[in-house]
């Protein structure tokens, strides 16, 4: 377990909390296969949720960091809508006396877009990471709690959410199973322009699927540099966020020192108030970090923040090591691997991934529409973390 690893004596003295991942729920309308919430009537209190905000405002939890971070989770948090409006209320009015300002985002499956969904996200200014896997087929994994189709739904409101949030991102989340990426990247553009994420469930079984997992990356690479040749930029921007890492470590940059925020500059807070290493420590008990009610952060949190890339163990020598600082640790640890330890399925999906990207470099680059694009962003800060994030 994690609490049986050694703490350091002298842990460092400055390393600010910036973002929280909040469950105002844990309860959702749809039953998607692959989510590992447990999907419990649990909705966070009223106390409890502006503590939070206390809890994150606090110096010695955000320390001098203006900028600020809360992405509400679930579960499906607009389900929560007026906790969710309580909380940008209550954080608007708080930081004017702490010289700090609260940005705000939700992941969403989209199924909710009434009135009281459009004035918070419109008063929250928020960014929405909304979850639409390609077309009705590819949706069939996505079900209401009924076992009526969710696609219809989302469809019909996607034009209005990226209208209260145009710099919203829409995540195509994938399996063994579902690999046709290029044609289902197609079928969501159709609906709405928006920027969009490919993002794999890295504890599925991908045994034996490697070679059409590759297929599927080699027709998701024609599509791109197709849209390129047409004058567009391909707004697949979980790759252009690994060709500007990739293009960074060229120029002589450091590769990712970090692993993942994990318990470092991001932290979950569940339903129930506790502090967790990060959102995909929802069910794990034992590794709670304490509750938002306290003043500050144990010293087990320790273990993360000084937690390098060097330390985990084979990334030297790995061909995707120039976009990848590791992995999810929270991955990597609860399928027995160790906090030091790589995920293989995690290495297989990046590796992927980074010589499509890689192609696409080598493509591209001596083009100067390549290098305007690859600097170009589509989306807020919060949701370019976001997609990097575990589904």
């Given amino acids: 377990m994690l609490l049986s690893l050694t703490v350091k004596d002298q842990p460092p003295k400055y390393a600010p909390v910036r973002h929280l991942m909040m469950y105002l729920t844990e309860e959702c309308n749809l039953r998607c296969s692959y989510c590992f919430v447990k999907k419990e009537p649990r909705f966070m209190t009223r106390d409890v949720a502006l ?37 940008v ?38 960014s929405l990471l909304i979850s639409l896997d390609g077309g009705p087929r590819a949706n069939r994994q996505r079900p209401m709690v009924s076992g009526r189709e969710s696609y219809s739904r989302v469809a019909r409101n996607l034009e209005k959410l990226a209208a209260w949030s145009p710099r919203s991102l829409i995540r195509v989340t994938y399996t ?75 120029s002589c940059q450091q590769r990712p020192s970090k692993a993942c925020p994990l ?48 330390e985990i163990s084979d990334c030297a020598t790995c061909e995707a090591r120039r976009g990848c600082g590791g992995g999810c640790r929270a991955v990597a640890l609860q399928a027995g691997y160790g906090l030091k330890g790589v995920h293989p399925h995690h290495c297989l999906l990046l590796r992927t991934h980074f010589r499509m990207a890689w192609r696409i470099h080598q493509a591209l680059q001596s083009q100067d529409r390549y290098w305007r694009y690859l600097n170009q962003f589509t989306s807020s800060e919060v949701l370019r973390e976001l997609s990097q994030l575990g589904s």
């Avoid at 110096?59 to 389900?79: A, K, M, N, Q, W």
């Avoid at 995909?280 to 937690?307: I, K, M, S």
């Fill in 176 to 250: 063994p199973e579902n690999l046709n990426l290029a044609e289902r990247v197609r079928e969501v553009l159709a609906l709405a322009p928006l920027g969009l994420v490919v993002s794999p469930v890295v504890e599925a079984d991908w045994n034996g699927h490697e070679q059409a997992l590759e297929e599927a990356y080699r027709e998701l690479e024609e599509w791109f540099l197709q849209e390129f040749s047409q004058g567009r930029r391909p707004p697949l921007e979980s790759t252009w966020e690994l060709l500007r890492t990739l293009t960074n470590h060229l």
């Fill in 263 to 310: 318990g470092d500059s991001i932290l979950g807070i569940d339903s129930q108030g506790h502090v967790l290493p990060c959102h995909r420590f929802l069910h794990q008990p034992l590794d709670r970090l304490g509750t938002v009610a306290q003043d500050r952060l144990p010293a087990e949190r320790w273990r993360y923040v000084e937690l390098h890339t060097l």
């Fill in 89 to 126: 209320d209550y954080a608007r009015e708080r930081r004017l006396n702490q010289n700090k300002i609260v940005h705000f985002a939700a992941t969403t499956n989209g199924t909710l877009a009434n009135a009281r969904v459009q004035k918070v996200v419109q008063e929250g200014a928020m």
């Fill in 51 to 87: 503590r939070t905000v206390d809890f994150l405002l606090q110096r010695t939890v955000s320390g001098g960091v203006y900028d600020l971070f809360i992405t509400f989770f679930g579960g499906e948090p607009f389900l929560a809508v007026d906790r969710m409006q309580e909380v």
